[in-house]
């Protein structure tokens, strides 16, 4: 870089080993393990307000999060990927009663990623400051990809598209 350069500078390392003792720290966080080239932390009581604050201490800002229903009418998986220049970490933790802590008044990315995982779930946010459909077509309830995603896939013998035939 010159003198001239305006571009900012990336945050320095931080140490992995040291990194693991921060997520390990968080209430609820009973595993942190490195797979497939990130950081995987797992907690199904996971204090998601306290993983935030650890991560903004931190210098690493959450990319998105993820839902996956674990049965028709039961808990879903969330997890929260975080990233900055060099780790990108996952924090798994699922829902208790179909509720979950809202990130959004403090962490602006979880606004849109909570309001779209109530739409497609029916997973709730407590504290959320504008839950309101984000995909939902009016007259839908929340929920309304749940029951699609838990049920079983269907199998079949022969292709259905017709390049796969001869």
Do not use: Q
């Amino acid at each position: 870089m010159t003198d001239h350069d305006t571009r900012p500078v990336p945050p320095a390392r931080i140490d992995p080993s040291v990194l693991m003792e921060h997520i390990r720290a968080i209430p609820g966080v009973v595993s942190v393990a490195a797979r497939n080239g990130s950081l995987w932390a797992e907690g199904p009581f996971l204090d998601v307000e306290a993983m935030a604050g650890a991560m903004d201490a931190l210098g690493i800002r959450l990319g998105t999060v993820t839902a996956i229903p674990l049965s028709e009418d039961g808990e879903t998986t969330v997890i929260y990927h975080y990233i900055d220049e060099y780790e990108v970490i996952n924090f798994k933790t699922a829902t208790r009663n179909g509720v979950l802590a809202s990130l959004a008044a403090s962490v602006r990315p979880a606004s849109w990623a909570e309001r779209e995982i109530k739409d497609l779930f029916a997973v709730d946010f407590p504290g959320h400051p504008n839950l309101v459909p984000l995909l939902r077509p009016e007259g839908f309830e929340p929920g309304m990809l749940r029951a699609a995603m838990c049920a079983p896939a269907a199998m079949t013998r022969s292709p259905v598209s017709p390049l796969a035939r001869k």
